[in-house]
């Protein structure tokens, strides 16, 4: 997929852990785990709004569209 | 899954599997011993299981004469004829057995089991398209195999019984496909955050 999850980079910045974020957002660690190894085939936007609100960020900071990677596929 | 359930897909795979078996020592008894004791009353008995009348009828011989005429070309014939019939039911037992294994491990809408659906359809396909007219013509050559030249033929039909096992083959297919659908819809539904 072309879609780059770069959630582990905002939790380095915000100084967070995955497992604390699952528990704010109300999922469970290994879900999260899913989305930030990008092995996710979808994403709700209640969830994204959710890691959005509690780390602070815009969905843009957590996602990333690569062409390159698209090119590949 | 609960254990309720579990043991549910316990029972369906113990009956499939002795099912299965069952069938499949049947079938290989089947094939084998008309054509290999043929004047034994088993042997006559198995064969006029088989639906034979109608290539009795054509050919004028009486099942009886053909059992005491019978040659050994005629017994390979026949018995070739017998494993192309009995093909697809002996690889639809195996598949049969393979999707019983799995629900043992819990595989029931998984997509092992679709492709084994959609293997199963493929095989009636083949097997009422391809196997059953072979075994028809092999049949034919070897009741009329020992008759005098000129009088020596082979035939085959397509009738009821092969557009039957098309249309549930058919069915079968779109079965296995729909559970592929159905697998990778789940699998998007398990992997939405």
């Known amino acids: 997929m072309s879609i780059i999850i770069e959630l582990d980079v905002m939790l380095a910045k915000r100084k967070m852990k995955l497992q604390d974020l699952a528990r704010d957002v109300g999922i469970t660690s290994a879900n999260l785990s899913i989305l930030k190894n990008g092995k996710a085939k979808a994403i709700r936007l209640e969830t994204l709004d959710a890691i959005c609100r509690i780390l602070d960020c815009q969905p843009g900071d957590i996602l990333r569209f690569s062409l390159e990677r698209s090119n590949l596929e | 899954m609960n254990k309720n359930n579990y043991n549910q897909l316990l029972l369906i795979n113990k009956i499939m599997c002795v099912v299965s078996y069952l069938f499949l020592i049947a079938l290989i008894f089947m094939i084998t011993i008309p054509w290999l004791c043929p004047q034994s009353e088993i042997g006559k008995f198995l064969l006029s299981l088989q639906d034979f009348s109608a290539v009795m009828d054509r050919t004028h011989n009486n099942i009886n004469d053909f059992m005491l005429s019978i040659t050994p070309i005629s017994r390979i014939l026949g018995l070739i004829g017998s494993m192309f019939a009995s093909l697809p039911l002996l690889l ?26 959609s293997r199963l359809g493929y095989v009636y396909l083949v097997g009422a398209l391809l196997l059953l007219p072979l075994y028809e013509i092999f049949f034919y050559a070897a009741v009329t195999i020992n008759n005098p030249h000129g009088q020596r033929f082979i035939a085959f039909s397509i009738g009821i019984e092969n557009i039957t096992a098309v249309f549930f083959a058919i069915a079968l297919v779109t079965i296995g496909q729909v559970m592929k659908l159905g697998y990778k819809i789940s699998e998007e539904q398990q992997l939405t955050i």
Do not use: C, E, H, R
Not at chain 2, 92 to 117: E, P, R
């Open chain 2, 92 to 117: 639809a037992t195996i598949i049969m057995i393979k999707i019983s294994g799995n629900y043992k491990k819990y595989q029931v809408f998984d997509i092992k089991n679709a492709i084994l659906y």
